[in-house]
């Protein structure tokens, strides 16, 4: 029997505060936010998504951006980083001394003008000009592209249009990408195709994934990923998530229950799994209802 190989450590991106919490309709009071992000500092975790610079009428959620961003307790060997949107977003995050800036654009044509009301060709021209601009202020930058395996308008996504975009971006400055499975529609095989072609114009350093667990899949995707040679992975504490722009996205692959797989098959995370759990009973109870993951409910029915 062939027995696949695995990275030797696996980085693992936290968008809980940004992706997570963004589509509660329950607003989490901004003082809980900093105390969950703090939490989170705590973990072991070396990169955390704070926040999203986006103007408040569109994510009420995150209203509090600029607030958050100046309070939290950050720790040197942490990247915080945050959604820009536009130039006017990136103004507010270098005054809020944010880490890392990652900007956004769908495969989906779509789904971009639902998202922020911009056609793919516009929306290139506003992230051109962010990526200089953060670039320039000594900021890296970090991409992402939504829809990669299926979009809830259009259905299908050409993947030349993914490689197109990937291009585009990292001729911009972008040094990550992000592929998003934005509705939780990919299967195993399906990552592997995608990557197939991904990877042979891009390092696997320079790619992170980006699962939603809408049917149940997201860490079969993973361990796809994995065998593809990937070892960055974007995940929210508890499960936490969805895309207010995209009909049926349910939330994120779970960062507790990633951190249980990858740990006990022997890849290194260098994550707490007791202060991750802390952290995921916080939020749960400042959201007032129960979290996704299957790892806070096999705590709770020990406990």
Not at 43 to 67: H, K, M, Q, R
Not at 100 to 125: G, L, P, Q, R
Not at 225 to 239: A, C
Not at 257 to 264: A, F, G, H, K
Request: charged share 20%; proline share 5%.
């Amino acid at each position: 029997m062939v027995v696949p190989s695995f990275p030797e450590k696996v980085y693992i991106r936290e968008v809980g505060p940004r992706d997570g919490l963004q589509n509660e309709s329950k607003f989490i009071q901004t003082d809980d936010k900093i105390q969950w992000i703090d939490h989170l500092s705590n973990t072991g975790l070396n990169y955390i998504e704070v926040t999203s610079f986006v103007n408040p009428t569109w994510i009420p959620a995150l209203s509090d951006a600029d607030y958050v961003a100046k309070h939290i307790k950050k720790n040197p060997e942490i990247t915080y980083a945050a959604l820009i949107p536009n130039i006017k977003g990136l103004s507010r995050a270098l005054e809020s001394s944010i880490d890392e800036v990652a900007v956004f654009i769908s495969a989906s044509e779509s789904h971009n003008k639902n998202n922020i009301n911009k056609t793919i060709s516009e929306t290139e021209i506003v992230l051109s000009e962010v990526v200089k601009e953060s670039i320039s202020n000594k900021k890296t930058v970090r991409g992402y592209i939504s829809t990669v395996f299926g979009c809830p308008f259009e259905g299908h996504i050409d993947i030349d249009q993914v490689i197109r975009l990937a291009d585009s971006l990292f001729e911009m400055g972008i040094n990550e990408l992000s592929l998003g499975d934005t509705i939780g529609i990919a299967n195993p095989s399906q990552v592997k195709q995608v990557l197939e072609k991904v990877l042979k114009r891009y390092s696997p350093e320079n790619i992170a994934m980006h699962f939603h667990n809408t049917r149940g899949t997201a860490l079969a995707n993973v361990l796809a990923s994995l065998e593809m040679g990937i070892s960055k992975f974007d995940s929210s504490l508890g499960g936490l998530g969805g895309c207010p722009y995209a009909p049926g996205a349910s939330g994120n692959l779970a960062t507790d229950d990633l951190n249980y797989m990858l740990t006990n098959m022997g890849i290194v995370t260098n994550i707490n799994p007791v202060e991750l759990n802390r952290a995921a009973l916080f939020i749960q109870e400042k959201l007032q209802k129960p979290l996704d993951s299957y790892s806070v409910k096999y705590y709770e029915s020990q406990h």
